[in-house]
């Protein structure tokens, strides 16, 4: 039977659907023990492969998992329990790995594959809801998922597997985190896409060069010459750097015009010294776009949306402005 839902209503039952599973994913972080404690040991002392199995939704969340470990260096593919059962399973080995994922622990296939796995001398993982089960009692390691109920009375999968999304992310991170993982190791098994493009790039690759490109300025250099410069090389910025080419400071188009605004009557005779930011934050031509990009966004003051960029010896290189990062995020991606 349909029912007539008003806009209220219905956003209600999503908000409380949210809720709902919001609930079930903190609950997650309780369940955490210390078989979760050794599956993650098994992953980052190994270099076994893994292999990650599960039906229907549980089978999604499981594709997502595998995916996620590949990312950061496991050597994990998911694989289909019924496929594995008709010669699939002649890629698992003495001390390969199997995650098996099931809301009730009782799946079928899944319990006839991880019963086949273990005579093949593979490590059995199970994520599961309930304990005991036929896969938890298979299993070396068990994670006992906790969910109350579902989020909706027809017991669509919606708490249970946003709950294994989430220990499954709790896993991945736990991993990398102990194998020291990096953003640049991330960059190699993820070359294309947004972050990938970032990562695997570097300043030196997108910033704007001093002085053919940037301008220079000393520091008893009047504003208005400031300005023309400036104008000629519009980057929204001129370095200030000493008569060794030392960076001492940077001034911006919003330091000039807030002179003109503020002391219009000071401007002709006041020096690029007396209005620049000193000591600004400078990054080196050799760290990765993504670095840079998050020195900017994350600085404590506010967000820069210009650095500049220098050598070990704090000789001016360039600068790359925020506005360039995106674009070549862009560019290269499309």
Known sequence: MIQTLTKNSILEVAKATIAKEAHAVAAQAEVLDQNFLDLAQYLVENQYKTFVAGIGKSGLVGRQLASKLACIGVKA?????????????????????????????ATGELVFLAKVARLRGAKIA?????????????ADWTIKLDVAAEATEIEIPTSSAIAQTAVGDALVVAVANARGFTASEFSENHPAGNLGVLL????????????????VLSPESFLHEAL?????????????????????????????RRIVKDNPEHFLSSTVGNCMTENPLFCRPDISAIEVLKMMEQNQKKPVYVLPVVDTNHQVLGLVRMHDLTQFQLKEVK
């Open 228 to 256: 023309i410069e400036m104008t000629r090389q519009p980057l929204g910025a001129a370095l200030v750097a000493d008569s060794d080419n030392r960076l001492i400071g940077i001034i911006t188009d919003g330091d000039i």
């Open 77 to 105: 593919v998911y694989i289909d329990p019924n496929d594995a059962l008709h010669g699939e399973l002649g890629l698992v080995e003495t001390g390969d790995l199997v995650i098996c994922l099931s809301k009730s622990g």
């Open 200 to 215: 695997g790039s570097q300043v030196n690759d997108l910033m704007h060069k001093a002085p053919e490109e940037v301008p």
């Open 126 to 138: 199970s994520m599961v809801c309930r304990v005991p089960s036929p896969l938890s009692k298979l």
